[in-house]
């Protein structure tokens, strides 16, 4: 059970718009600290996509927008493409662990 | 360009140690707090351990408390994890990754290496 709760799978037609919820708690959303975002392609290593809730890095295109508010975070990618089939992954910091905790990822699946 | 190369991964048995390495390159390492994320079959990231970038702090996550140490030798440029008592539900892929913001702690994680799997099993 991850300490960041996030819907096991999402779907969407290309150039659809799709959501991926992130959901913490008092201890870390709720505490100010911040949430990344990061996708994994099938058989890579994870990249960083959103970062500090909100920002993008260099190169990532601006269809994927990332927000937090109070316990919860969302993920939102708009004009689906094949290319975005990948699993997501949220993460922050955790008060009550003293240390970084993920979501359990979410499997995005392009019809 | 920023790179990091894990390496020691391999097939070993329940209740053995390996140590893992992470050869960093392409940015100054004593800048930079490092963690290492494992990843098992199948399934969703775990984070497993933080140093922060002159090694002063530590955490671990509760799963590796008194099995896994991490350090670092930065004139060596090279992160590790030291494995004890391991168990077959620490079989997984194995990533360092380092922290986007120099002299930081717990910022989002912006270069990853390629990850080494470690098996354990009888």
């Known amino acids: 059970q991850s300490v960041l709760t996030q819907p096991p799978s999402v779907s969407g037609a290309p150039g659809q718009r799709v959501t991926i919820s992130c959901t913490g708690s008092?201890?870390?959303?709720?505490?100010?600290?911040?949430v990344h975002w990061y996708q994994q392609l099938p058989g890579t290593a994870p990249k960083l996509l959103i970062y500090?809730?909100?920002n993008r890095p260099s190169g990532v295109p601006d269809r994927f927008s990332g927000s937090k508010s109070g316990t919860s975070a969302s993920l939102a990618i708009t004009g689906l493409q094949a290319e975005d089939e990948a699993d997501y992954y949220c993460?922050?910091?955790?008060?009550?662990?003293?240390?970084?905790?993920f979501g359990g990822g979410t499997k995005l699946t392009v019809l | 360009q920023v790179q990091l190369v894990e390496s020691g991964g391999g097939v070993v048995q329940p209740g053995t140690s390996l140590r893992l390495s992470c050869a960093a390159s392409?940015?100054?390492?004593?800048?930079?707090?490092i963690h290492w994320v494992r990843q098992a079959p199948g399934k969703g990231l775990d984070w497993v351990a933080f140093?922060?970038?002159?090694?002063?702090?530590?955490h671990f996550a509760d799963s590796v408390k008194g099995r896994f140490t991490i350090s670092r030798d930065n004139s060596k440029n090279t992160l590790y994890l030291q494995m004890n008592s391991l168990r077959a539900e620490d079989t997984a892929v194995y990533y360092c990754?380092?922290?986007?913001?120099?002299?930081?702690?717990?910022?989002?994680?912006?270069?990853w290496g390629q990850g080494t799997l470690v098996t354990v099993s009888s």
């Open positions: 500090a809730n909100s």
């Open positions: 008092s201890s870390n959303f709720g505490a100010g600290y911040e």
């Open positions: 140093i922060s970038y002159d090694g002063s702090n530590r």
């Open positions: 990754a380092r922290e986007s913001v120099p002299y930081g702690q717990w910022h989002n994680l912006d270069s």
């Open positions: 993460q922050s910091f955790d008060s009550s662990l003293s240390g970084s905790v």
């Open positions: 392409g940015f100054t390492f004593s800048t930079y707090s």
